[in-house]
């Protein structure tokens, strides 16, 4: 095998008869118009390479003499292994730092990149995306957390500004998607902010790749899938899947039954927990009062779950939790993807350890979807965290 690399020797002619190169061991011996050497080690290649100068007008010749097949055969192999894994640049906000770490911990693959978020005096934010040049021609992605309407203008800021560095693709990681819960519209005059939303993030700008990918987690309402554009590539993934991990860890994991607290969370979720026993509670109105009531399903005796995508005030999860102890449950545990409990509403959940399932839970799973959640329930039991990061990286890489 031969490749052609072209050197400008030194024209004058008191030149040194040894020009020592970078590597210690290679040397090259100057006899006017003609230069050998031999070549000991090269880093991360076969040895036996040797470099040939004839004239000025002839490119240096790099060649390798004939390697056992063996090597030439691995070297091929680590090459085709390396072609098969995306490097991804992952840049982030300061809510999902903690995040962002565990999932660069999942691959050699993913490097985290760092922004400076700043702001002005007057509050604006005042950003900026260090050695913008070094991500040319790379995959990049932002891991975002719209957990309040004040810290979204900036990082949209910074999610319109990177496919425009000439990246090769960008990925947008939005766990939660936060105005899921706002697409109903119940009179005229109503505004369905999930659209806004999702209006607003299919207009970002394509990069050199096409179309923004959008991977979020278990989105509120199945409807919302349809109100992104054609400019974005929505990924919608679930949580469900760890869910399933950890109950298989439990010791009891022969005696769940899944319950689900209305209708909508059955048909979000039913065909992917359909292995188990289900329980699908219903909300009836009595005078002015919203009652939960058991549809269908016998919890007597068993390790009842109750699974929904969200959790905010907890108001009804309780409710659910009441009536199956009622009809028998022996314990009562929880899960949803996504823990907001605004104004610490986390607080209304104890502890069960003792037996007495109506009053407290054995555990409340939920995912770091939402950060600032994670930071308050961090150890606090029921609470247990199911990191979505080991999702996160393997979705970067579709």
């Given amino acids: 095998m031969?490749?052609?690399?072209?050197?400008?020797?030194?024209?004058?002619?008191?030149?040194?008869?040894?020009?020592?190169?970078?590597?210690?061991?290679i040397s090259i011996q100057n006899h006017h118009r003609f230069v050998r050497c031999q070549i000991k080690s090269f880093e991360n290649q076969p040895h036996n390479w040797s470099v040939e100068y004839l004239s000025a007008t002839v490119p240096v010749q790099l060649s390798q003499s004939t390697s056992s097949s063996s090597s030439m055969a691995a070297a091929s192999a680590s090459d085709s292994v390396a072609k098969g894994v995306k490097k991804v640049y992952l840049f982030h906000c300061p809510e999902t730092q903690a995040l962002a770490e565990r999932i660069a911990a999942q691959s050699d693959s993913i490097e985290l990149r760092s922004i400076n978020w700043r702001t002005f005096a007057d509050g604006f934010p005042n950003l900026f995306i260090p050695n913008?040049?070094?991500?040319?021609?790379?995959?990049?992605?932002?891991?975002?957390?719209?957990?309040s309407p004040g810290v979204i203008f900036e990082q949209l800021s910074v999610i319109y500004a990177l496919p425009k560095l000439f990246i090769s693709s960008f990925t947008l990681v939005l766990p939660f998607f936060p105005t899921g819960t706002s697409e109903r519209m119940e009179d005229e005059g109503d505004v369905a902010t999930a659209f806004t939303l999702a209006r607003i993030l299919s207009n970002i700008p394509t990069s050199r790749g096409g179309p923004t990918s959008l991977v979020t987690f278990d989105i509120h309402a199945l409807q919302e899938r349809f109100y992104f554009g054609d400019n974005v590539l929505p990924c919608f993934e679930s949580g469900i899947p760890l869910f399933k991990q950890r109950l298989q860890e439990l010791p009891d994991s022969d005696n769940i039954s899944i319950?689900?607290?209305?209708?909508?969370?059955?048909?979000?979720f039913h065909k992917q927990l359909q292995h188990f026993p289900m329980i699908v509670c219903n909300k009836v109105r009595e005078g002015d009062q919203r009652i939960v009531r058991i549809k269908e399903g016998d919890p007597r005796g068993r390790h009842v779950v109750i699974v929904d995508d969200l959790v905010q005030s907890g108001g009804t999860l309780i409710e659910c939790q009441k009536v199956l102890a009622a009809h028998g449950a022996s314990r009562i545990s929880a899960y949803v993807t996504h823990g907001i409990f605004p104004n610490k509403s986390w607080q209304r959940f104890e502890h069960d350890t003792e037996g007495k399932p109506g009053i407290g839970l054995t555990y409340f799973w939920i995912t770091d979807s939402c950060p600032v959640t994670?930071?308050?329930?961090?150890?606090?039991?029921?609470?247990?965290?199911?990191?979505?990061?080991?999702?996160?990286?393997a979705a970067l890489q579709i």
Avoid: Y
């Avoid at 031969?2 to 020592?20: E, G, L, M, N, V």
């Avoid at 319950?259 to 979000?268: I, L, Q």
């Avoid at 930071?375 to 990286?393: G, R, T």
């Fill in 259 to 268: 319950a689900f607290p209305d209708d909508g969370a059955w048909k979000r």
């Fill in 2 to 25: 031969k490749t052609a690399a072209f050197i400008s020797p030194k024209s004058h002619s008191h030149s040194p008869p040894f020009i020592k190169l970078c590597n210690p061991n």
């Fill in 374 to 393: 994670v930071n308050q329930v961090m150890d606090k039991p029921p609470f247990e965290i199911l990191s979505l990061a080991s999702s996160i990286a």
């Fill in 132 to 147: 913008a040049h070094g991500i040319r021609g790379q995959h990049v992605a932002f891991l975002a957390s719209f957990s």
